[in-house]
């Protein structure tokens, strides 16, 4: 029985596994409306493979309740078939990857599925769990890094302590602008020492992130930092004392 077959006995042979299905389902209803005094356990195989044990016991069981087959779900689709309607969903966003491995029987489902994440998100290679790689790469962003320091360093002067200037390795501007946007927030609440306190420390951070501007700028040049005395070579010394 499959799709390439003549379409008229198929539907017959469908209906007919239909119609088997809802009696036999029927029974088991009544059979279970009789004996099923106490409390039954059963398994239940989720999607992926999650195991799931439910309840049955016959009150909870509805008078007139029928079952219902949907018609022609019964119709055997083909692997082809089936992997390509999972692909087409993907590629229209209605199916997620997990199901479109799963649906096209690729081995590890789920290892491949957070591959083609990570690859779509990032460009990267890996199997490691979206969430934690993402994690993993915000938390080694310098950018990132400065950003938190800064909020930290507000945070704590909001507490009334005092916070020694930001290492250089944390100095940007973002940093340097959140240091003043904190003083311009008049929602947020600070004594007149702490402001202080928090506004010499913006200044000194922005003094540091000048220095560093004017020493990149200086290695990118090839200039070197001349030093701040010059040893006196021995003609000048001679001079010196002739003079």
């Known amino acids: 029985m499959n799709l390439e077959s003549d379409r008229t006995p198929i539907r017959l042979q469908t209906r007919a596994t239909e119609r088997a299905i809802v009696e036999l389902v029927e029974g088991w209803l009544q059979l279970m409306r009789l004996f099923y005094t106490e409390t039954h356990y059963a398994k239940k195989l989720g999607e992926k493979e999650g195991l799931e044990v ?75 769990d979206p969430d934690t790689l993402k994690a993993d790469q915000y938390a080694t962003d310098p950018l990132t890094q400065s950003v938190e320091r800064a909020n930290q360093e ?65 290695t990118n040049q090839g200039v070197e930092k001349e030093p701040s005395e010059q040893p006196k070579s021995r003609e000048a010394e001679v001079v010196e004392e002739k003079a």
Not at 73 to 88: C, E, F, H, I, P
């Open 154 to 218: 507000n945070n704590a002067f909001q507490a009334g302590d005092n916070i020694p200037p930001t290492p250089p390795e944390y100095l940007t501007e973002e940093h340097v602008k959140l240091h003043y946007a904190f003083l311009g927030d008049k929602t947020k609440k600070l004594d007149d020492e702490d402001r202080d306190m928090l506004q010499a420390h913006a200044e000194t951070d922005k003094a540091g992130l000048a220095n560093l501007m004017v020493e990149e700028q200086q």
């Open 54 to 128: 439910i309840e049955l016991i016959n009150s909870d069981i509805e008078e007139g309740i029928k079952p219902h087959v949907k018609p022609g779900s019964m119709v055997k689709v083909s692997r082809q078939a089936r992997g390509q309607r999972a692909l087409n969903m993907f590629l229209s966003g209605a199916l997620d990857p997990y199901t479109m491995f799963k649906e096209l029987d690729m081995p590890n489902p789920g290892e491949l599925a957070d591959r083609l994440v990570n690859w779509l998100q990032g460009g990267v290679v890996s199997s490691e």
